[in-house]
């Protein structure tokens, strides 16, 4: 059998035929993931911002999906997907947000992190104090990461809302955070 090159493989059939394969570099055999771009965890810790490190770690936990082809290899959709999925499309909402507002009009956007193994009681005085309050224009988002055992709670308001918010937070903390001497 003749050698693969960049035209096709070359050999006969076994009846003393010869016959050309069609070489995976001709346009008419090409799929689509012959356009695939690929990163090494170097190039993808660049592009992140952060180190090679963190970047096997994302690997590693399953955050970021990658093949092993010798070493680490990153397709460009699925770093598109992790940038996207750590992205916070609220807060760019809210710094994108040209809404006319009333001159005098304070707004602002908080993030609250709350580590604990029961989100329960914190979600029930968060959502009793947003039902209970008389400021119109806000909105708030939970979203629990049963991994790391975080609340993350995000809103967006009038300064004296998101201090209530700040306060429950905090009376909710305290009984959690008095015993391990933090």
């Not at 770690?57 to 996207?84: H, N, P, T």
């Not at 807060?91 to 989100?119: C, S």
Request: glycine share 8%; with cysteine.
């Amino acid at each position: 059998m003749d050698s693969l090159d960049r035209h096709g493989s070359r050999g006969d059939n076994g009846n003393g035929e010869r016959v050309i394969a069609p070489s995976p570099y001709d346009s008419d055999m090409r799929s689509d993931r012959s356009m695939l771009k690929f990163f090494t965890v170097a190039e993808a810790a660049q592009i992140l911002r952060v180190t090679e490190k963190s970047v096997r770690d994302f690997i590693l936990s399953g955050q970021l999906k990658a093949s092993k082809i010798g070493q680490w290899k990153i397709q460009e959709e699925d770093l598109v997907a992790f940038i996207r999925s750590r992205s916070n499309s609220e807060v760019e909402q809210f710094l994108r947000d040209k809404k006319p507002r009333q001159p005098g009009t304070v707004r602002g956007y908080l993030v609250l992190d709350y580590y604990t193994e029961n989100p329960g009681p914190v979600v029930e005085r968060m959502t009793e104090y947003t039902n209970k309050s008389e400021t119109t224009g806000f909105a708030w988002n939970y979203d629990y990461d049963q991994n790391i055992k975080r609340a993350r709670f995000s809103a967006t308001g009038e300064p004296t809302f998101l201090k209530g918010l700040l306060d429950v937070m905090v009376a909710c903390a305290k009984p959690e955070s008095e015993g391990d001497g933090s």
